[in-house]
């Protein structure tokens, strides 16, 4: 199953590899990875998406916890959650019929052109992975050019909280 | 007043009572080494190669639970420290490995002798740290030790640039340390152990499979205690020998590959088993699909991430071995409840029939000399008491076999990473931390060769070490497996060039013997025992054809042994 583990750790230069090194050494995927610091700038968050069996994920969940920076962490997968991923797709537009079909379906997915050139549209579009996924998709009759994607992250619904 | 940082240093091993620092000088760590000139607490032991150092330290630790400490200079020195590094994470051994590197200016630039240590150790230490300033030192070699030693203790390495050792701050040692990253659980949740000790009770053919946590976390009194207040057989994994005594009618012996039939019988039949400090490692377990088919299984360990790992647990206890185990006592104490003893006395007359096929029989009529017999004399004449390191092969799993364990700490060998070169270092660690003890080194003429070199140092200090080398001029497990699973094409693992051991021990200034024939075993021990002030070789010319049993396949159940 797909699980996004969202972790608190210290905000030291070897934080990040430990947890990448961990993932490679043991041989578990990692889909996306995304990480900056917290309000507190001591702590970085870091979001990962992947997947296992239960059994792996537990396997995961404990040997990040036994990383000596690891702070604290949470699988978003086992709370109410919202999933956010931000996409910049730069598309070819080579007529204004195919700059107002862009226009178009920018709004209906809630998305924003936020760069024009003679030939190019960016656009810039927030929302879960598989949102993303179909806005690429219904783009297929246009070159694109470019997608660049931040990477999932999320925060859990409700009471719930991954802080100190 | 300021101290420079390699005074720090040097102060800091002082306050952590490091009475031994294992070392190899160069460029980076000369300020330390100048240090440490200028002092007389923590003695430093010169080894001839980087490696040593971390074994010696391994063997120190061991043997006394108290953590190793080592010095290295950056590059060459660092990278040889790796093997040994990664072999004390195995084992979990807990060790403070301290590097030197190159200044902070230069790092990244491909300076002389400059390697990413903290790059290269990471995936074989349970933390490392990089200090960029002085000012942070003492605390970050607080924390080095504090890592190491709680928890499932292991190695820690702390690097340190060579400008930070001539900069200067005021020197103050924290008295504790708190990390909000790392808080290791110490006392079992009292529910499990409740849970725990009602299974345990309710066992008609149980099994107590205790490892190397045992030792680690001191808690062979209260293992003994527990085993003894059930009645239950107990078997030790090769890294928790001695933790129960092997003498005792309770103990089946070692369980594994080359562990004993009743051992693994027992394993393989059990309804309950009592998993303490052991990891269910593929050595043990044989093939996992076949693992202990009926047990119901609680798991005792430090280590939440070992638990269900390789083998779900019905009852995992996640806390320090003794704290749990005498909780349990105290359960156990406190209720009426004990084992039916009906079905426990028809499992102990399985057990003892399972005992009568007598595994570990060899041919005592032969003219050659075998590696079981040696080690068997070598256990009557040091009454079982003698502190034991081995390498690893053939030798090893005969002595984890023979040389029948009574207390733990006494056994020092290389387990999970299984690194030939380990045992005469390790003895050196282990006769530096116990002067009047009687250490003995048990090797193959191919271990041997990995740090021979050290045979210098063990002169250099006046270590009587007794060196057992079961010469069979095979890489003798190598042997066995192509035996076994190749037809016999012996691929490489004939021992071709051999040294004269005996001229080589004398060129180190120590004494030699060799020993050909059965009759000249006993005497040849003894003489060398006596020599209390000498480090003696014994090379021992043993039966080439002589294999380890008995013996799970790769692949095999722990029910389908290979016997003799
Ligand atoms: C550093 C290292 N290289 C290779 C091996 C693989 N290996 C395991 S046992 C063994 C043979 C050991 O031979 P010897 O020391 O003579 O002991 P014997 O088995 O004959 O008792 C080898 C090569 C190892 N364990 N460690």
């Given at each position: 199953?797909?699980?996004?583990?969202?972790?608190?750790?210290?905000?030291?230069?070897?934080a990040?590899?430990?947890?990448?090194?961990?993932?490679?050494?043991?041989?578990y995927?990692?889909?996306?990875?995304?990480?900056?610091?917290?309000?507190?700038?001591?702590?970085?968050?870091?979001t990962?998406?992947?997947?296992?069996?239960?059994?792996?994920?537990?396997?995961?969940?404990?040997?990040?916890?036994?990383?000596?920076?690891?702070v604290?962490?949470?699988?978003?997968t086992?709370?109410?959650?919202i999933?956010?991923?931000m996409?910049?797709?730069?598309?070819?537009?080579?007529?204004?019929?195919?700059?107002?079909e862009?226009?178009?379906?920018?709004?209906?997915?809630?998305?924003?052109?936020?760069?024009?050139?003679?030939?190019?549209?960016?656009?810039?579009?927030?929302?879960d992975?598989e949102?993303?996924d179909?806005?690429?998709?219904?783009?297929?009759h246009?070159?694109?050019?470019e997608?660049?994607?931040?990477?999932?992250?999320?925060?859990?619904?409700?009471?719930?909280?991954?802080?100190? | 007043m300021?101290?420079?940082?390699?005074?720090?240093?040097?102060?800091?091993?002082q306050?952590?009572?490091?009475?031994?620092?294992?070392?190899?000088?160069?460029?980076?760590?000369?300020?330390?080494?100048?240090?440490?000139?200028?002092?007389?607490?923590?003695?430093h032991i010169?080894?001839?190669?980087?490696?040593?150092?971390?074994?010696?330290?391994?063997?120190?630790?061991?043997?006394?639970?108290?953590?190793?400490?080592?010095?290295?200079?950056?590059?060459?020195?660092?990278?040889?420290?790796?093997?040994?590094?990664?072999?004390?994470?195995?084992?979990?051994?807990?060790?403070?490995?301290?590097?030197?590197?190159?200044?902070t200016?230069?790092?990244?630039?491909d300076?002389?002798?400059?390697?990413?240590?903290v790059?290269?150790?990471?995936?074989?230490v349970?933390?490392?740290?990089?200090?960029?300033d002085?000012?942070d030192l003492a605390?970050?070699?607080?924390?080095?030790?504090?890592?190491?030693?709680?928890?499932?203790?292991?190695?820690?390495?702390?690097?340190?640039?060579?400008?930070?050792?001539?900069?200067?701050?005021?020197?103050?040692y924290?008295?504790?340390?708190?990390?909000?990253?790392?808080?290791?659980?110490?006392?079992g949740?009292p529910?499990?152990?409740?849970?725990?000790?009602?299974?345990?009770?309710?066992?008609?053919?149980?099994?107590?499979?205790?490892?190397?946590?045992v030792?680690?976390?001191?808690?062979s009194?209260?293992?003994?205690?527990?085993?003894?207040?059930?009645?239950?057989?107990?078997?030790?994994?090769?890294?928790?020998?001695?933790?129960?005594?092997s003498?005792?009618?309770?103990?089946?012996?070692?369980?594994?590959?080359?562990?004993?039939?009743?051992?693994?019988?027992?394993?393989?039949?059990?309804?309950?088993?009592?998993?303490?400090?052991?990891?269910?490692?593929?050595?043990v377990?044989?093939?996992?699909?076949?693992?202990?088919?009926?047990?119901?299984?609680?798991?005792?360990?430090?280590?939440?991430?070992?638990?269900?790992?390789?083998?779900?647990?019905?009852?995992?206890?996640?806390?320090?071995?003794?704290s749990?185990?005498?909780?349990?006592?105290?359960?156990?104490?406190?209720?009426?409840?004990?084992?039916?003893?009906?079905?426990?006395?028809?499992?102990?007359?399985?057990?003892?029939?399972?005992?009568?096929m007598?595994?570990?029989?060899?041919?005592?009529?032969?003219?050659?000399?075998?590696?079981?017999?040696?080690?068997?004399?070598?256990?009557?004449?040091?009454?079982?008491d003698?502190f034991?390191?081995?390498?690893?092969?053939q030798?090893?799993?005969?002595?984890?076999?023979?040389?029948?364990?009574?207390?733990?700490?006494?056994?020092?060998?290389?387990?999970g990473?299984?690194?030939?070169?380990?045992?005469?270092?390790?003895?050196?660690?282990?006769?530096?931390?116990h002067?009047?003890?009687?250490?003995?080194?048990?090797?193959?003429?191919?271990?041997?060769?990995?740090?021979?070199?050290?045979?210098?140092?063990?002169?250099?200090?006046?270590?009587?070490?007794k060196v057992?080398?079961?010469?069979?001029?095979?890489?003798?497990?190598?042997?066995?497996w192509?035996?076994?699973?190749?037809?016999?094409?012996y691929?490489?693992?004939?021992?071709d060039?051999?040294?004269?051991?005996?001229?080589l021990?004398?060129?180190?200034?120590?004494?030699?013997?060799?020993?050909?024939?059965?009759?000249?075993?006993?005497?040849?021990?003894?003489?060398?025992?006596?020599?209390?002030?000498?480090?003696?070789?014994?090379?021992?010319?043993?039966?080439?054809?002589?294999?380890?049993y008995?013996?799970?396949?790769?692949?095999?159940?722990?029910?389908?042994?290979?016997?003799?």
């Amino acid at each position: 199953m797909r699980h996004i583990i969202s972790i608190l750790m210290e905000n030291e230069s070897g934080a990040l590899s430990r947890v990448a090194g961990l993932f490679s050494a043991r041989g578990y995927n990692i889909e996306s990875l995304t990480v900056a610091p917290t309000e507190d700038p001591t702590l970085s968050r870091l979001t990962l998406v992947t997947r296992g069996s239960d059994q792996v994920i537990e396997q995961i969940t404990k040997q990040l916890n036994k990383l000596v920076d690891v702070v604290k962490l949470l699988d978003l997968t086992e709370h109410r959650h919202i999933e956010r991923e931000m996409m910049l797709i730069k598309l070819k537009v080579q007529d204004a019929d195919q700059r107002a079909e862009v226009m178009r379906m920018a709004e209906i997915f809630r998305g924003h052109i936020i760069d024009v050139s003679a030939a190019t549209y960016v656009v810039e579009l927030t929302g879960d992975s598989e949102k993303l996924d179909a806005f690429v998709e219904s783009m297929g009759h246009f070159e694109v050019i470019e997608v660049v994607r931040s990477g999932v992250m999320g925060i859990a619904r409700g009471d719930v909280a991954l802080k100190l | 007043m300021e101290l420079t940082g390699a005074e720090i240093f040097v102060r800091c091993l002082q306050e952590e009572n490091v009475d031994t620092l294992f070392g190899y000088p160069g460029g980076s760590v000369l300020h330390i080494y100048d240090a440490l000139y200028r002092q007389d607490k923590v003695e430093h032991i010169l080894v001839r190669h980087e490696q040593a150092a971390v074994h010696a330290a391994e063997g120190y630790a061991k043997s006394t639970g108290r953590p190793g400490a080592v010095l290295v200079t950056s590059g060459p020195g660092a990278t040889n420290a790796v093997t040994g590094i990664a072999d004390a994470y195995m084992d979990s051994v807990p060790l403070v490995v301290f590097s030197g590197q190159v200044p902070t200016s230069l790092i990244g630039n491909d300076a002389f002798q400059e390697v990413d240590t903290v790059g290269i150790t990471r995936p074989c230490v349970k933390h490392n740290f990089l200090v960029k300033d002085v000012k942070d030192l003492a605390t970050t070699i607080k924390k080095a030790f504090y890592v190491a030693t709680t928890g499932r203790p292991g190695p820690v390495v702390v690097d340190i640039p060579k400008d930070i050792t001539a900069d200067k701050c005021e020197f103050h040692y924290p008295r504790s340390i708190k990390m909000r990253s790392y808080n290791p659980t110490v006392k079992g949740h009292p529910g499990q152990i409740r849970r725990a000790v009602d299974l345990m009770l309710s066992a008609h053919q149980p099994v107590i499979y205790s490892g190397g946590g045992v030792i680690l976390s001191n808690a062979s009194k209260s293992l003994t205690e527990l085993t003894r207040l059930l009645n239950y057989p107990i078997t030790n994994t090769l890294m928790g020998l001695g933790a129960y005594p092997s003498s005792d009618r309770q103990f089946m012996g070692m369980l594994g590959m080359h562990g004993t039939y009743e051992a693994n019988m027992a394993m393989h039949h059990a309804d309950v088993l009592i998993a303490i400090g052991a990891r269910f490692d593929d050595r043990v377990t044989g093939n996992i699909e076949k693992f202990c088919p009926n047990a119901r299984i609680v798991h005792v360990d430090v280590d939440p991430a070992s638990i269900s790992k390789n083998v779900k647990v019905d009852v995992p206890i996640v806390g320090q071995v003794d704290s749990v185990l005498k909780a349990m006592i105290k359960e156990i104490k406190a209720g009426e409840r004990r084992p039916d003893p009906e079905p426990l006395e028809n499992w102990w007359k399985q057990i003892d029939e399972w005992r009568s096929m007598d595994c570990l029989k060899y041919d005592r009529d032969s003219e050659l000399i075998k590696p079981q017999y040696v080690l068997e004399t070598l256990h009557r004449l040091t009454k079982g008491d003698a502190f034991v390191t081995s390498d690893v092969g053939q030798h090893q799993m005969w002595a984890a076999q023979f040389y029948g364990f009574d207390k733990p700490n006494r056994w020092i060998n290389s387990g999970g990473l299984g690194t030939m070169g380990f045992g005469l270092p390790a003895a050196i660690g282990t006769q530096l931390a116990h002067r009047d003890e009687t250490v003995v080194c048990v090797t193959g003429e191919a271990s041997i060769q990995m740090c021979i070199q050290e045979l210098s140092t063990a002169l250099q200090y006046h270590l009587p070490i007794k060196v057992v080398a079961l010469n069979n001029r095979y890489m003798g497990m190598v042997r066995q497996w192509q035996e076994f699973f190749y037809q016999g094409r012996y691929a490489m693992s004939y021992m071709d060039a051999l040294p004269d051991f005996v001229q080589l021990a004398e060129a180190y200034g120590h004494v030699g013997m060799r020993i050909e024939s059965p009759g000249d075993v006993e005497g040849a021990l003894k003489e060398a025992l006596d020599m209390k002030d000498r480090l003696v070789f014994m090379d021992f010319i043993t039966d080439q054809s002589e294999n380890v049993y008995p013996m799970i396949p790769a692949g095999a159940g722990q029910n389908e042994m290979i016997l003799l």
